[in-house]
């Protein structure tokens, strides 16, 4: 069993996390992601494909479908990759994403609840140039400073621990076979076609609270 640690070693821990080691209490452990989750990486994608390639096809984001933006865009017309790959590694792509509505207040409110540590979990590009400093200028934008201690990047989520990952891609697969969260599918038009999954569906309605409360007791 991992022991307390003493009064001043636990200055910068105690910051970060309400962690109560083994005072026979345990946090509930929440990874939020980024993207399509606190941001609007889709809703932006389209403003700012349009803005770049205004005579190209595009899709509605109410005719989006599978995960990669790019993948259907190739369907439409295989020259699009490239253009739709030129959009989001642009710089000022990432940092410019819109908040999902909502979804700050709720993510502050969460991370001060009771017994609950929220960490954002998400994965960069493999262009990671622009992306990776701007996603950090984004929570500190957006969150605050505070949350950059918070910062999870990970291409990989599986081996990453936590009770609830709130995602918007809906297999999420890596080298862990089974991780340690529930995976909860954040509602977005790519993936309202997947069945059977535990969803969230908006910061607003406050069903949020519910589903936090409820893995609350089962850990
Ligand atoms: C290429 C691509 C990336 N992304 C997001 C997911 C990842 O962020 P996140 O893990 O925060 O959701 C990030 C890098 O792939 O960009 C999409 O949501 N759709 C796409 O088509
Ligand atoms: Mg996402």
Redesign the pocket.
């Known amino acids: 069993m991992k022991k307390p640690p003493t009064q001043d070693k636990t200055d910068i821990m105690s910051r970060r996390t309400k962690q109560t080691y083994d005072y026979g209490q345990k946090n509930l452990c929440v990874l939020l992601?980024?993207?399509?989750?606190l941001a609007d990486?889709?809703g932006h994608f389209i403003t700012k494909f349009r803005e770049k390639f205004p005579d190209d096809r595009f899709v509605q984001l109410d005719e989006r479908k599978g995960?990669?933006?790019?993948d259907q865009y190739e369907k439409l017309d295989r020259n699009l990759g490239d253009k739709v790959r030129a959009v989001?590694i642009e710089k000022g792509f990432f940092l410019d994403l819109p908040e999902i509505k909502g979804a700050i207040p709720a993510a502050r409110e969460m991370a001060a609840m009771d017994g609950v540590d929220v960490f954002i979990c998400?994965?960069?590009?493999t262009e990671y140039q622009n992306?990776l400093s701007e996603k950090f200028e984004w929570v500190e934008k957006h969150l605050g400073p505070e949350w950059l201690d918070r910062i999870i990047i990970a291409k990989d989520k599986t081996v990453i621990n936590g009770h609830i990952l709130i995602?918007?891609?809906p297999y999420i697969n890596g080298s862990c076979k089974s991780p340690a969260w529930k995976h909860i599918v954040f509602t977005a038009h790519h993936n309202r076609h997947v069945e059977g999954r535990q969803r969230l569906d908006n910061w607003t309605d406050g069903t949020w609270r519910d589903i936090i409360e409820d893995f609350k007791k089962r850990i």
């Open positions: 992601d980024l993207d399509q989750v990486f889709e995960f990669y933006i790019k989001y998400s994965s960069p590009l992306c995602d918007d891609r």
